[in-house]
């Protein structure tokens, strides 16, 4: 049984319904010039991310990320190379976090109890508030000069998150995000596709 809950409770970057799109930004150093970006590494064990880490603490989930970003990064020209001599090193974190809303509404009363209306307070100046939470989850990938080991380009996407049925599930979504976080990296890589 905990095994299948693994599947359901994992990864951040989703969605609760169908609907509910990504939140995707993305920030570099403006000064930098990524034309020189031809090869890429993931980090070593002792360059790794730190320990509370969703992607960390789930190592399976951060394959699937890795597969996602080096499909995504081939795809842009660039090469995997496992050399310390890369141009390029990805980092990737995960986290979640509880959030929660705040719903109003106006209703009408409704006959209910000895007293009849429930909801008394309705009209222009009344209604009721409820609160309710939920679980965000972040995806970032991170794109540091491996010679400086500078951050120069961020990319978060945010959802909220569900629970998956099947590893496949998983996959989609992150295939999704990671998708969307990379469209704009390298800087400049979105309008020369289109041509603008």
Known sequence: MKKNRFFLHLFVVILLSGCSPFSVVSDYDRKYDFRSFQTYRWPTENE???KGDVLVEH???YKRVQSAVNSQLRAKGFR???AKQADFIVYA???IKKRRTYHHSVGVGVPFGPYHWYRPWWGPYGGYTFVSYYDEG???VDIIDARTKDLV?????TRIVRDY????DMQRDI????????ATFPPGAEAAATGK
């Open 165 to 168: 049925r099947t590893p496949e």
């Open 93 to 95: 974190h995960a986290g």
């Open 80 to 82: 995997l190379t496992g």
């Open 59 to 61: 190592p399976l989930v």
């Open 153 to 157: 380009w961020r990319g978060v996407a």
């Open 48 to 50: 790794g991310i730190r």
């Open 138 to 140: 972040s995806l970032v």
């Open 175 to 182: 295939n999704e995000a990671v998708g969307k976080i990379l």
